[in-house]
């Protein structure tokens, strides 16, 4: 009796299949913004920003001269994506926080890594283009749905570049359908504001000598308090038995009134 036999598959197919599988299931993590290198002023604050995608979702550790970070002054502020996270070091100490640090990006497929340098300096250290805030960020009430501006001015040789943080992580206003913008001032507008919107806010003024950060300042979102009051009360119906009747009632307040019915003394 024959027996059929089975076709053999060649090597290099198999590893392909095989690396296909891989692929598959898991992605090598990828970076989607990686630090910069920092110069900042001692008693100040530093920054620095890691995002990564992959599959799973990669885990970001944070070294200083290869090991995990691990002091008061130092924070890991996690994006609220899951995205990446944020490292800032306040108040900055030198020449204790000089060193490489390491952004490790990790998944079960593997991991990445993206260092930066950080340089502190004193104030009598500084260059003559060295940025300074002229004008930062006010505490701030604005009622919701109003416009809120955050003002911040800042002067430097070349002029510095400015953006903004919110609690301790970068401003997106890239991704809000233009209800949060950057004016060429360097001011913060933001447009319908919400509730979500409020927090500490602080600009931070870069050039090529250095980084400066803005003293913080809150920014309150005030919702409107409005009792409630019957725009439509109900009216009275006659009716024949088993015949069907519609009772509008319509309430207005902020925040908006929730209705309910009773017949009688029950609901």
Do not use: H
Request: aromatic share 6%.
């Amino acid at each position: 009796m024959l027996v059929p036999s089975l076709p053999i598959m060649p090597r290099p197919l198999l590893l392909v299949l095989g690396l296909l599988c891989l692929t598959a299931a898991d992605m090598l993590p990828k970076f989607l913004r990686t630090p910069n290198d920092q110069t900042g002023v001692q008693g100040g604050v530093a920054s620095f920003i890691c995002q990564a995608t992959g599959d799973p979702r990669p885990k970001i550790v944070w070294n200083k001269k290869g090991k995990k970070v691990s002091n008061q002054r130092f924070e890991v502020i996690e994006f609220d994506d899951g995205s990446g996270s944020v490292l800032r070091i306040q108040p900055l100490r030198t020449p204790r926080d000089e060193a490489v640090y390491e952004c490790v990006a990790s998944n079960s497929a593997g991991e990445t890594s993206s260092s930066t340098r950080l340089t502190v300096l004193r104030e009598d250290q500084l260059p003559p283009g060295f940025p300074t805030i002229d004008m930062g960020p006010q505490l701030k009430v604005v009622e919701r749905t109003r416009t809120a501006t955050m003002l911040c001015a800042a002067s430097g040789n070349p002029d510095p570049d400015i953006s903004w943080f919110k609690d301790f992580l970068p401003v997106n206003t890239t991704n809000n359908n233009g209800r949060i913008k950057q004016l060429r001032s360097g001011a913060l507008q933001i447009e319908q504001s919400e509730e979500s919107d409020q927090g500490k806010y602080e600009c931070v003024a870069t050039n090529n000598d250095g980084t400066r950060y803005s003293a913080p300042a809150n920014l309150y979102v005030r919702v409107r308090r409005v009792p409630p009051r019957f725009s439509i009360p109900p009216t009275d119906s006659e009716i024949m038995p088993g015949g069907s009747v519609n009772i509008t009632c319509v309430a207005v307040g902020s925040p908006m009134p929730y209705v309910k019915w009773m017949l009688g003394r029950k609901t």
